[in-house]
T-cell receptor
Framework: DAKTTQPPSMDCAEGRAANLPCNHS???????VYWYRQIHSQGPQYIIH???NNETNEMASLIITEDRKSSTLILPHATLRDTAVYYC???????????????FGKGTHLIIQP | GAVVSQHPSRVICKSGTSVKIECRSL??????MFWYRQFPKQSLMLMAT?????????EQGVEKDKFLINHASLTLSTLTVTSAHPEDSSFYIC????????????????FGPGTRLTVL
């Protein structure tokens, strides 16, 4: 799996958009960009993933640059409950099991300020 | 959506005893389950991967005789920490991927809530 680089921490005001960057310059053609988050003392939670097109779901938007070497996770209206460590992971796609385990980096600790 | 549960949520035990942690997929068939551990202020580290009905594959540095993994059914995997010592105190998290009603689940892994183990 390609390596990712994220800032160790970020602050964001409640109600504003939180933009979390991720660099993955060694990503290969069949690798997706996945985002998970981990709220303190809980298991990770899947947020979103994408290959090359921008993606949006009820939780967030994912913007992937045209060269796929970086991406940005956007939480459009951050709330205090969005305070968590956000992990950007690059990996090939699997479905129905048989996948490899995930390699978690250090992630970005996002702190939402009231 | 796909839900994974773990039991117990936290356990405190004496040094030298064995502890079993259960991981269940509640509404899907988990053909593959993963076990991770997380030490304080660190990221999750993969310990092992298990496919239903097969022996688990352990990551380098993880003792298979100390961390026994059983994945005998499509909805249950167990991790037994044998002869636990204080250095085994950690947050243990399982995840699963598989099928729901013969349809492959999307390719993200579904994580349990974690089990905090404290060995005195």
């Amino acid at each position: 799996d390609a390596k990712t680089t994220q800032p160790p921490s970020m602050d964001c005001a409640e109600g504003r958009a939180a933009n979390l960057p991720c660099n993955h310059s060694t990503i290969s053609g069949n690798e997706y960009v996945y985002w998970y988050r981990q709220i303190h003392s809980q298991g990770p939670q899947y947020i979103i993933h994408g290959l090359k097109n921008n993606e949006t779901n009820e939780m967030a938007s994912l913007i992937i640059t045209e060269d796929r070497k970086s991406s940005t996770l956007i939480l459009p209206h951050a709330t205090l409950r969005d305070t968590a460590v956000y992990y950007c992971i690059v990996r090939a796609s699997y479905s129905g099991g048989g996948a490899d385990g995930l390699t978690f980096g250090k992630g970005t600790h996002l702190i939402i300020q009231p | 959506g796909a839900v994974v549960s773990q039991h117990p949520s936290r356990v405190i035990c004496k040094s030298g005893t064995s502890v079993k942690i259960e991981c269940r997929s509640l509404d899907f068939q988990a053909t593959t389950m993963f076990w991770y551990r997380q030490f304080p202020k660190q990221s999750l580290m993969l310990m092992a991967t298990s496919n239903e009905g097969s022996k688990a594959t352990y990551e380098q540095g993880v003792e298979k005789d100390k961390f026994l993994i059983n994945h005998a059914s499509l909805t249950l995997s167990t991790l037994t920490v044998t002869s636990a010592h204080p250095e085994d105190s950690s947050f243990y998290i399982c995840s699963a991927s598989g099928y729901s009603q013969r349809t492959p689940l999307p390719n993200e892994q579904f994580f349990g809530p974690g089990t905090r183990l404290t060995v005195l």
